[in-house]
């Protein structure tokens, strides 16, 4: 099976810093790689997902590379803001029996400091 | 922010109760899941339906029965319980099996005791 492992665990910026956070995966079957924002007590989001058919995708101060052939894929904030502080995952998922079954790492909580 | 709903919100229960968690989505998706989430563990997938039919089941003990009586509603009825299974129970739609993006609801946090 698919494993994921999200580094780091706990990320401390100032407002206006970049964020990065790193995810690697283990299946090369793996080809739509997702990542969520998940707020105190609330549910997880979409906020940005990359296939494998793409090295690169940017929405405004989000943006995820993807490099297959090292099987690792990163998330990139720019510019935060005390409002992107949350608990940040990703996500591998392949195709299990006709389904999309994601394998999620163990997530990344990003603090941002005003 | 309503597309997917959970009931309760919050469950606290004993050992030997039996108790259910609901779920509803109004997205008119074919797929739901039901997840895990535990501090500091990754989210956990438990059980995969599509169509109403039971697609994925990942190993989950036998007092977690799914039920899905229609692609609107999806319910995890809990029995003997042990405190080890207190977490956030999250369940998520999505358009079907073959579409990757899943939407999720609040959650249902459940404290055994």
């Known amino acids: 099976g698919e494993n994921v492992e999200q580094h780091p665990s706990t990320l401390s910026v100032q407002e206006g810093d970049s964020a990065v956070i790193k995810c690697t995966y283990s299946?090369?079957?793996?080809?739509?790689f997702p990542w969520y924002k998940q707020e105190l007590g609330k549910r997880p989001q979409l906020i940005i997902d990359?296939?494998?058919?793409?090295g690169e995708k940017k929405d405004q101060r989000i943006a995820v590379t993807l490099n297959k052939t090292a099987k690792h894929f990163s998330l990139h904030i720019t510019e935060t803001q005390p409002e992107d502080s949350a608990v940040y995952f990703c996500a591998a998922t392949e195709a299990s029996g006709g389904s999309y079954i994601p394998t999620f790492g163990r997530g990344t909580s990003l603090i941002v400091h005003p | 922010e309503t597309g997917v709903t959970q009931t309760p919100r919050h469950l606290v229960m004993g050992m030997t109760n039996k108790k259910s968690l609901k779920c509803e989505q109004h997205?008119?998706?074919?797929?739901m899941y039901w997840y895990k989430q535990s501090a500091k563990k990754p989210l956990e997938l438990m059980f995969v339906y599509n169509f109403k039919e039971q697609t994925e089941n990942n190993s989950v003990p036998s007092r977690f029965s799914p039920e899905c009586p229609n692609s609107s509603h999806l319910f995890l009825h809990l029995h003997t319980l042990q405190p080890e299974d207190s977490a956030l129970y999250l369940c998520?739609?999505?358009?079907?099996?073959?579409?990757?993006?899943?939407?999720f609801g609040p959650g249902t946090r459940l404290l055994v005791l």
């Open positions: 990359i296939r494998s058919n793409v």
């Open positions: 997205l008119g998706h074919n797929a």
């Open positions: 998520a739609s999505s358009q079907d099996r073959q579409k990757e993006t899943q939407y």
């Open positions: 299946d090369s079957a793996s080809n739509y």
